[in-house]
């Protein structure tokens, strides 16, 4: 187990970071999140985040707090990542169409505009963003990466729970991981 690591859930909105932030720590893994954002309908398990991760374009001076740890960054903010640390990347990975619904879904129970920019001009976005950050990941020494599809951790969380511990190289409670999802969250389905 490497303490100097940086490890980063990351992945596009409503993909299933909290989700794979609450196995980790249910595995015995330190995680970094300062609770200011309280669980609510949409993430009913909360969201652990940390706020000084908005900022990291800017102040990445919270970086050495990381370390040994796991942290929540969204996948926009990851080509800030400075190139002086390690970091292995756990990238949730869902269906676009069913990210967009449960956005759309959370943002209407917020009263806020659902519709601003319409799905397939979001859909091309995503699509092209991912792309784009696929080949930047790959090409950093610094950084290694798995993806993980969130379907596939509703269907069997105890494998998915072993691919992260092989991936990490940590020792991670599996079962404790496995126990934590919870299907019935898993609401906006293609």
């Known amino acids: 187990m490497n303490n100097e690591v940086i490890t980063i859930v990351s992945g596009l909105p409503r ?17 970094l999140t300062d609770h200011i954002r309280a669980a609510d309908a949409d993430n009913p398990n909360g969201y652990y985040e940390f706020e000084r991760v908005k900022q990291i374009a800017r102040d990445q001076s919270w970086l050495p707090q990381a370390k040994g740890k796991a942290v929540k960054i969204i996948s926009e903010l990851l080509n800030h990542l400075p190139p002086e640390y390690d970091y292995k990347v756990i990238f949730m990975r869902r269906q676009i169409e069913e990210t967009l619904a449960s956005q759309r879904q959370m943002l209407r129970r917020r009263g806020e505009p659902a519709n601003k920019i319409s799905d397939q001009r979001m859909l091309e976005l995503f699509r092209r963003h991912l792309v784009w950050l696929d080949s930047r990941l790959q090409k950093q020494a610094n ?7 969130y379907s596939a951790v509703i269907a069997n969380p105890v494998a998915q729970a072993k691919k992260i511990k092989q991936f990490l190289s940590r020792r991670l409670d599996l079962e404790a991981m496995a126990g934590v999802v919870e299907p019935a969250l898993y609401r906006q389905r293609r």
Not at 23 to 31: I, Y
């Open 15 to 31: 993909s299933g970071t909290s989700m794979m932030m609450k196995m980790l720590e249910a595995g015995g893994m330190p995680v």
């Open 143 to 149: 950084t290694e990466l798995v993806y993980v599809d």
